[in-house]
C-alpha cells in the first residue's frame, strides 16, 4: 500500500507538474501577444499579428465585430470552430481560458471597444495528449511495482511461515540492511564518474576511458551483488567466489584512486607498497575495500582526511584504512564484530545504514583466511585493520 501511495504521488506530482508548466508556456505567449494589442491601441491588430510572427507562434488570430461577425486574420493548425460563447470571450480578457471544443484550445481576448474583440487561440491537444500518455505510464509502472512488491511479500510471508515469525522478521530486517549497504557502494562510483563526464571534468582519452572502464565494472558488480542477496535470503549464507592470485597493491590503488577522484574535499594519503600478492577473490576483495570506503562517506564529516595503506608484515600482507571522523564508541573496539547488531544505535539511524557492514566485511576476509579487527586511528577517527596471508611464488 505504501509503495504504491509514494508511486502514485511521485508520478502524478511529475505528470501535473509538466502538464502545467506547458499550459504556463502557452499562456505567457497569449498573454504576451493581447499585451502588445493593448499597447498599440490604434493598431491593435497589427501588434497582435507582430508579435505572433515574432514568437513565431501556432496562434489562430481573428477580429469579432458587434454584429458577431467574425473574420480569420491568421489561421494555423488549430481547428477553429469559431467564437465561442460571449461569457468566455468576456473571461478571456482577464486570463487565458480554456475552451473545450472538439479540439480543445486556451483563448485569449482584447476588448477594442462596441463589443468588438481581437481573439487568440492556441491548441492544446499535444499537452492534453501528453498528459495521458504519462498519466496511462505511471498506471502501467504502478502495478508492475505492485506486481514486484507482490512477488517479495509472498516470499517474505512463506519464509516467516517457516520459521518462528519473531527470528524470520528480525532476518528480513538484516537481509534488506545488507542489500541496502551493498548495492549502495558500486552505486556511488558509478554516479560519481557519470556527473563528471557529464560535466566533462575528465577531458584527457586516459582518464575517460578508465572512468568507462570502471563504470563498466560496478555494473557488472552491481548485477553479482544482486544475485548474492538474493542467494542470502534464501539459503542464509552468501555464494562462493573463484580464489585466484592476485596482486592486492593494485587492487587498493585502483579503489583508493577512484575514493580521491571522488571525494576531492578529502585529503587522502596513499601509502601501498608494490606487488603485495595473496590468494583471494577478487569480488570479495572489492566488496569489503568498497564497504570501508562507503563507511568513512557515510559516516565521517566530508572534508575529514583518510590514510590508506599496504605493507608487507611478515608471511602477510597488512592492510589499514583510517580516517580523522569520530570513530566509534570505547567499548565497540573490544567486541566481537561478527556479533554486533550496530556499533552505534543512534549513529546507525541518522545514516541510513542497517549496522550489519562490519559483520559483512568481517565474513569476507574470514573466506579468505585473514582477520580483521578495528582500532583507533592516529588520525583520531576509525581505523580498519585487515592482515592476508602473502602468496607463496
Given at each position: ?254 579503489h583508493g584512486t577512484d575514493f580521491t577522484t571522488l571525494n576531492p574535499q578529502r585529503k587522502v ?125
Amino acid at each position: 500500500m505504501l509503495v504504491t501511495v509514494v508511486t502514485v504521488g511521485i508520478g502524478s506530482y511529475s505528470a501535473f507538474h509538466t502538464r502545467g508548466s506547458e499550459l504556463s508556456e502557452i499562456n505567457a505567449s497569449l498573454d504576451f501577444v493581447t499585451q502588445a494589442a493593448r499597447d498599440n491601441p490604434e493598431q491593435s491588430m497589427g501588434a497582435a499579428l507582430f508579435a505572433i510572427e515574432q514568437l513565431t507562434l501556432n496562434a489562430t488570430l481573428t477580429f469579432l465585430s458587434a454584429e458577431g461577425e467574425e473574420t480569420i486574420v491568421r489561421e494555423s493548425s488549430l481547428a477553429y470552430a469559431g467564437a465561442p460563447a460571449a461569457k468566455i470571450i468576456e473571461d478571456a480578457t482577464i486570463r487565458p481560458v480554456r475552451v473545450s471544443a472538439q479540439e480543445p484550445y486556451q483563448l485569449r481576448t482584447v476588448k477594442l471597444g462596441d463589443d468588438e474583440f481581437i481573439l487568440v487561440a492556441r491548441g492544446i491537444s499535444a499537452i492534453d495528449e501528453h498528459f495521458e500518455t504519462n498519466i496511462r505510464a505511471l498506471a502501467g509502472f504502478t502495478f508492475l511495482v505492485d506486481a514486484a512488491a507482490a512477488v517479495l511479500l509472498f516470499f517474505f510471508f512463506r519464509r516467516v511461515n517457516r520459521r518462528d515469525e519473531v527470528a524470520s522478521l528480525a532476518r528480513m530486517q538484516e537481509f534488506l540492511g545488507d542489500a541496502s549497504h551493498e548495492l549502495r557502494t558500486p552505486l556511488t562510483v558509478v554516479k560519481g564518474y557519470v556527473e563528471m563526464l557529464s560535466k566533462k571534468q575528465l577531458v584527457s582519452n586516459e582518464d575517460q576511458n578508465r572512468a568507462f572502464t570502471r563504470v563498466g565494472t560496478e555494473i557488472n558488480r552491481m548485477e553479482n551483488l544482486i544475485q548474492d542477496l538474493l542467494l542470502l535470503a534464501e539459503l542464509g549464507e552468501s555464494g562462493t567466489r573463484d580464489i585466484e592470485k592476485l596482486d592486492l597493491s593494485e587492487v587498493l590503488s585502483a579503489h583508493g584512486t577512484d575514493f580521491t577522484t571522488l571525494n576531492p574535499q578529502r585529503k587522502v594519503l596513499l601509502k601501498i607498497e608494490t606487488e603485495l600478492e595473496v590468494f583471494a577473490s577478487r569480488d570479495y576483495l572489492s566488496r569489503f575495500i568498497q564497504n570501508a570506503f562507503a563507511n568513512i562517506m557515510r559516516h565521517t564529516d566530508s572534508q575529514s582526511a583518510v590514510t590508506i595503506t599496504c605493507t608487507k608484515s611478515g608471511k602477510n600482507a597488512l592492510m589499514m584504512i583510517e580516517d580523522a571522523g569520530e570513530g566509534l564508541p570505547d567499548q565497540a573496539y573490544g567486541e566481537n564484530i561478527r556479533s554486533l547488531n550496530r556499533f552505534d544505535k543512534s549513529r546507525s539511524r541518522e545514516n541510513g545504514g542497517s549496522g550489519l557492514g562490519m559483520s559483512i566485511m568481517s565474513a569476507v576476509i574470514e573466506k579468505l583466511n585473514g582477520s580483521f579487527s578495528l582500532r583507533k586511528s592516529a588520525l583520531g577517527g576509525l581505523a580498519v585493520v585487515v592482515t592476508l596471508p602473502l602468496a607463496k611464488d
